[in-house]
Structure formats: C-alpha cells, structure tokens
C-alpha cells in the first residue's frame, strides 16, 4: 500500500531534517559569546565547536571557544570586538580561547591559541596586558604590535615583527624581547629562542617563504598596507614607508614586563 504524505506533514519533516542536520552548530554559536565577525573568507574555512563544525562566511560572527580551521588554499581575516584583528593563512588552526572586553573601564582577557600555520595578529584597543598569545612552543606577550607567526607540524615557530615589540617566553626563566622590525626570532622544539634573523631558505626546513609568510607585501582587509617584502626578509632592506614613519615606542625594561605577565604551562 502506497503511504501518501500530505504537503504540510512533508514541510514538518523537511523542516526537522534541516534543525538535525544544521541547527546544532548554529544553535552552539547562539548560546555562546560572539566576539568578532570574519571580514573575509577565501575558500573553505570551517568554525568548529565541540565538534560540531560549521563553514564560516564573510560577515558571519565568531564565538568564544570556536576553532578556526582553514582548507590548503583557504584564508581568512578576522575583527574581534576591541579592534585586534587576526588573518588566517592556508592550512591553519587557530583557537579563540576566551575574550573579555570592557571598553568603559579599559580592561579585557584575550587569549588565543596558534597551533599550527600562518597568522597575522594587530592588536585592538584592549590593554596589552590583556593578551596571552600561544604556540606549542612560545608564549607571546604584545606591546602595541603588529606581527606575523608560523608554527609548523612539530609546534616550532617563527615571528616576524612588523610594528611594536613582542616579549617570547619559551619557559619559565626563558623569554626575550623581539624588538627588530624585519627580523625574524625562531622557537625549536627544544625551547631554545634564537637572536632576530634575517631569512634563509633553511630556517623552516626547507619551507617556501611565502608558505611560511603569505601575507607579507600583500594589502588585506584588515591591514591595506604592503609590510615588507620577500626580498627585505633575505637581505634586511628598508621597511616600507608607512611603517618607517612609526614614531618609536618608549623602551622600557623586559624584567619590568615579565613580572606582570605570567605564563600559565
């Protein structure tokens, strides 16, 4: 005997089928604190929350504890809430771990974990002591800054400063001060923190410049100005203008920094 559905009883199933398939990851972003939006996506790139992922499109916000994940040709450019703005290179994972911002009283937590690809991180408006920036391998701690970071399969990382000073602590005792723009400081696997460099084609084994820093001389969404080049990394030319023109920042002891900033491990 044939089973005839009539035409509301199939828009309620539908209508179920579409809540099961899709609604979970969207109910997830609804409950949970969104915190920025992406202002652009290139390709596939996916926000997962316990395990429930869900493709992230261009104007679509972002939440406290997602996992930003992007495909091999895949990008994405981000805008938190106080106006630090992160970009995501191709085969990325990075993890917005908490976000707390109080314009009124000038005070927030931000924390985010870079486990794996390329990223450039601006900060926003939230104090500097506000950020704790992870790698496998490095804690990061901003000082008005603009940087690029590379962590590879095995967690080793890279930082190219762009703008500002990053305090690196690789372990307790164990930290410096990247304050060279155009410079590179690299973190093994072993913990051990390099003195600024200049690039070389066996700094990240082998790896291509441009897939270890895909967004230097290139104009982004969140940042439209052409930092450095591929050429000045090799050989330590002039920075491009704009950045040149930044009026340096008051040069304060690193102790004085690392006593207020205490990496959790």
Not at 42 to 60: I, Q, Y
Not at 85 to 90: D, E, Q, S, T, Y
Not at 137 to 154: K, N, Q, S
Not at 158 to 176: F, I, K, N, T
């Amino acid at each position: 005997m044939r089973l005839l559905l009539r035409a509301p009883t199939v828009l309620i199933i539908v209508t179920l089928l579409n809540t099961a398939v899709f609604g979970l990851p969207r109910a997830f972003a609804a409950e949970v604190p969104e915190i920025g939006k992406a202002v652009m996506i290139k390709n596939k790139v996916t926000a997962e929350a316990d395990e429930k992922p869900r493709s992230l499109v261009r104007g679509e916000s972002v939440h406290q504890n997602e996992i930003v994940i992007t495909e091999k040709s895949a990008s994405a450019e981000i805008e938190l809430r106080d106006n630090t703005k992160l970009a995501v290179g191709p085969s990325a994972r990075i993890v917005l771990d908490k976000f707390v911002y109080d314009a009124g009283a000038e005070r927030g937590s931000i924390a985010i974990n870079m486990t794996k690809g390329a990223f450039r991180f601006i900060t926003g408006a939230s104090p500097k002591a506000a950020y704790e920036i992870k790698t496998p391998t490095v804690v990061l701690a901003v000082r008005g800054t603009v940087f690029d970071v590379y962590v590879d399969d095995e967690g080793e990382t890279v930082v190219l400063l762009h703008e500002g000073e990053v305090d690196m602590c690789a372990a307790p005792g164990s930290c410096r001060r990247h304050n060279k723009v155009g410079h590179i400081v690299r973190v093994g696997v072993d913990r051990i923190i390099t003195e600024p460099l200049l690039w070389t084609g066996s700094l990240m084994k082998g790896l291509a410049i441009g897939t270890v820093f895909p967004f230097v001389g290139k104009k982004l969404v969140i940042d439209p100005v052409r930092r450095l080049s591929q050429g000045s990394l090799r050989t330590g030319g002039p920075v491009v203008r704009s950045i040149a023109k930044t009026p340096a920042r008051a040069v304060r002891g690193v102790g004085r920094t690392l006593r207020k900033f205490r990496p959790r491990w």
